[in-house]
């Protein structure tokens, strides 16, 4: 009988070894665990897309370009024709510069006539009879008038060349 005694004397030192072993792992499995919830979340996958399949992609594009394809096409109309109201209008303010450029240098030359031809009247005039106030002011409206009329003229000039020039380029595209 004896010889059963140390058998079982190691087999319960083996079982208190596996069994703090045991505990061990226990605690290590705790420790483990304990912070399950927050893994969980950092691991939860996230799904960023959807794969659809190709008829119903070309569908959905065939959609958006029938829907927006109308409005586009206005707005590159509308942006044509602003681009060539704009064209139209530096056309015209060129000419109106190149007008007033050519009346300026007109008006240059005419004033120095005429101030050529007022110091020959004023000395016509002293040797003759004086123009008295209201006639004097009947000629001065008058100049006037003739040198708006002339301005008119000028402009209108302006204005048939420019439109000359517009239909030009119309022809040429054409």
């Known amino acids: 009988m004896s010889m059963q005694h140390p058998n079982y004397s190691d087999c319960v030192a083996s079982l ?11 605690d290590t499995l705790g420790n483990g665990v304990q912070d399950f919830p927050r893994i969980t979340s950092l691991l939860k996958t996230v799904r960023h897309y959807e ?8 569908a959905a594009e065939a ?3 029938d829907e927006i394809g109308p409005f586009i096409a206005l707005l590159l109309d509308r942006s044509e024709k602003n681009l060539e109201r704009q064209a139209r209008r530096i056309e015209t303010l060129k000419a109106r510069a190149e007008l007033n450029a050519g009346r300026l ?10 101030e050529t031809k007022r110091d020959k009247k004023a ?3 002293g040797k003759g009879k004086q123009l008295d106030g209201e006639a004097a002011l009947r000629a001065k409206v008058v ?13 209108l000039e302006m204005e048939v060349a420019q439109k000359e020039r517009e239909l030009r380029k119309r022809l040429d595209r054409a």
């Open 123 to 125: 000395s016509a005039a």
């Open 63 to 65: 959609s958006l370009r």
């Open 51 to 58: 794969l659809i399949p190709q008829p119903t992609l070309a």
């Open 143 to 155: 100049r006037q008038r003739k040198e708006a009329l002339q301005y008119s003229v000028e402009r």
């Open 16 to 26: 208190r070894s596996s069994l703090s072993y045991l505990e061990s792992s226990v």
């Open 105 to 114: 240098s007109h008006y240059g030359h005419h004033s120095e006539r005429h």
